[in-house]
């Protein structure tokens, strides 16, 4: 969602006769949460994921500087061993009171193909480095995810997409990769060459060992147009299969209590590049919270309120490169749930959705996100055989987030949606074997290269079912 500070100064009239009095209600309510001590008792320093609501004390840290480096620490790291890249997943893939590894060093452009426009990079490249190093060969990653900030691996790790007809997930145009091993052994895994541990640890959720290297599948540079809109949320969602189709890139954000969205498309295009303006986002969704803060508790006013201020602001539009525009900043902070259902489902389950917050959850004022992933052939991949619909609600850091469990998970799996890897849901293992085809296979050759269960830590275990 792209902002604009005249979203709420439209509505200063109406905000105006609510009063100051129903927005101080809200002083109490957002208080910083309790943050844990910086050091524990036994003196080992605290990690903590970018949301906030995960954290650890590892009894060991490392940070090799090359694969060398890493495959000998291996085999002799504190258990569990978790990679970790830059903390953005919100469920807890990443706590350990082992060894905390990461892989910040792991940086840079390694060889590229010019002809065949691949690349192959170290895995602990951060995907907005990552951008400008292909565009200075020429090439740029066909999809980005919506935040840059993430490492490739962490990226692969979890399953992390972008959106587009026809387009899959970072790890689908993914050709080869080196894998380290829990015990030190460097795999090199593609489809020729040990095809199972390349589709099992593809979307490996850091369980497989940890990626050193990728070769990537890219494009040629290209430059876009971005468009930003607002429209109605009921006319979107009616038009949604014909505009998914229409466009390069194209996706949507369902602002509720507003009855408005903002489609945003991208499109090839040869115009002049005009690039984007200063980011605005956290201006938008602070505006969004004044609604909220206000009209709670009258969502009738709160929706007349939006739409009045909303109602005549034009498209916003940028050209440039398509890795400076497909991804944005997001520095207001959230916990997010993801999941991603069937193509054919996506705009009832999002309907219901939509209908559940806004019945069920009046604090909400962060956008619903819908997007659109074709299949891949990751074993676990959620777009695994499948096109899928994504769907992904948020809470602010400081807000309660148990609505997501108990309003729109439910839609979610009656939908036969499989979960983002890296966001918040409630699966164990006997739920996800239902759901990917091939777990029992990934579950396998996890076990195979990694016996003992050096690289696993409570969720891990939740996730495969071990202990």
């Not at 490996?204 to 468009?227: C, D, I, W, Y």
């Not at 009045?308 to 749930?337: C, G, H, T």
């Not at 996800?432 to 029992?440: N, T």
Request: hydrophobic share 40%; glycine share 8%; charged share 25%.
């Amino acid at each position: 969602m792209t902002a604009r500070r005249q979203v709420l100064l439209g509505g200063a009239g109406l905000i105006a006769l609510a009063g100051a009095g129903l927005a101080s209600r809200r002083v109490l309510l957002d208080r910083e949460p309790p943050q844990p001590a910086p050091i524990d008792a036994q003196g080992r320093a605290l990690w903590s994921n970018w949301a906030g609501n995960e954290h650890a004390y590892p009894a060991a840290r490392a940070a090799p500087a090359s694969e060398a480096e890493l495959a000998a620490l291996l085999p002799r790291a504190t258990g569990p061993i978790r990679p970790v890249g830059s903390g953005h997943s919100f469920t807890a893939l990443v706590p350990t009171e082992g060894t905390l590894l990461s892989i910040d060093r792991l940086q840079g452009l390694v060889s590229h193909d010019a002809e065949a426009t691949t690349a192959t990079v170290r895995a602990g490249t951060r995907l907005s480095a990552l951008g400008a190093l292909l565009a200075g060969i020429g090439q740029e990653m066909p999809n980005l995810p919506d935040i840059n900030k993430q490492t490739l691996a962490g990226a692969m790790a979890t399953g992390t997409h972008g959106t587009g007809k026809g387009m899959t997930a970072l790890h689908g145009e993914v050709m080869a990769m080196r894998l380290v091993l829990p015990d030190g052994t460097v795999a090199e895994c593609s489809r020729d060459q040990r095809p199972d541990l390349f589709h099992a640890a593809r979307v490996g959720l850091g369980a497989f060992g940890v990626l050193s290297e990728v070769t990537l599948q890219n494009r040629p540079l290209q430059r876009v147009k971005k468009v930003v809109s607002l429209v109605d949320t009921e006319q979107l969602l009616h038009e949604w299969p014909g505009l998914a189709e229409r466009h390069r890139n194209a996706e949507f954000l369902i602002l509720p209590f507003t009855g408005k969205s903002a489609l945003i498309t991208h499109d090839e295009t040869s115009e002049p590049v005009s690039p984007r303006g200063p980011d605005q986002d956290a201006e938008t969704l602070m505006e969004l919270k004044g609604l909220r803060d206000l009209f709670e508790f009258t969502p009738r006013i709160r929706r007349q309120a939006a739409q009045a201020a909303m109602a005549d602001i034009p498209p916003e539009v940028a050209v440039d490169e398509s890795w400076k525009l497909l991804s944005n900043e997001r520095p207001v902070r959230f916990k997010e749930m993801e999941y991603h259902v069937p193509i054919d489902q996506q705009v009832d389950a999002l309907r219901e959705v939509l209908a559940r917050i806004e019945r069920g959850a009046s604090d909400v004022f962060f956008p619903i996100e819908a997007r659109i992933i074709a299949a891949d052939d990751a074993w676990l991949s959620p777009f695994y055989q499948r096109e899928c619909g994504s769907i992904a609600v948020h809470a602010w850091y400081k807000d309660d987030h148990d609505w997501m469990f108990k309003l729109v998970e439910p839609v979610l799996r009656e939908a036969n949606g499989r979960p983002h890897w890296g966001k918040l849901h409630s699966l164990g293992a006997a739920e996800l074997k239902a759901l990917y085809p091939m777990y029992s296979e990934a579950a396998r050759v996890r076990r195979l290269v990694d016996p003992a269960g050096r690289m696993m830590n409570p969720f891990l275990r939740r996730v495969f079912g071990d202990g």
